[in-house]
Nanobody, 115 residues
Framework: QVQLVESGGGLVQPGGSLRLSCVAS????????MAWYRQAPGKQRELVAT???????NYADSVKGRFIISRDNAKQTVFLQMNSLKPEDTAVYYC?????????WGQGTQVTVSS
């Protein structure tokens, strides 16, 4: 069964940091490039960052230089280190494959940036 479980969100002040984690089923993690997405209230889900199996990364312009995506292949886990957080980063964050048909979405993890 394909499964994605995100964690690590929370409430943080502007300028703060958070590290998100996503554990994925071996059936997708070992095959696909992975990505983090986010959805803010009233907005469409958007792509935040991607990482290939070999570790090549790409970022949305809005997070470039502040966020770092990484993966631990042995643990089937993808991470998102978020630094210099801004109120506009507030959203529910999800992980999923970067290309092709999406796996069933997990519950996501809420990130709230507020003073």
């Amino acid at each position: 069964q394909v499964q994605l479980v995100e964690s690590g969100g929370g409430l943080v002040q502007p300028g703060g940091s958070l590290r998100l984690s996503c554990v994925a089923s071996r059936s997708i993690f070992s095959i696909y490039a992975m990505a983090w997405y986010r959805q803010a209230p009233g907005k469409q889900r958007e792509l935040v960052a991607t990482i290939t199996r070999g570790g090549f990364t790409n970022y949305a312009d809005s997070v470039k230089g502040r966020f770092i995506i990484s993966r631990d292949n042995a643990k089937q886990t993808v991470f998102l280190q978020m630094n210099s957080l801004k109120p506009e980063d507030t959203a529910v964050y999800y992980c999923n494959v970067a290309l092709g048909a999406f796996a069933p979405w997990g519950q996501g993890t809420q990130v709230t940036v507020s003073s």
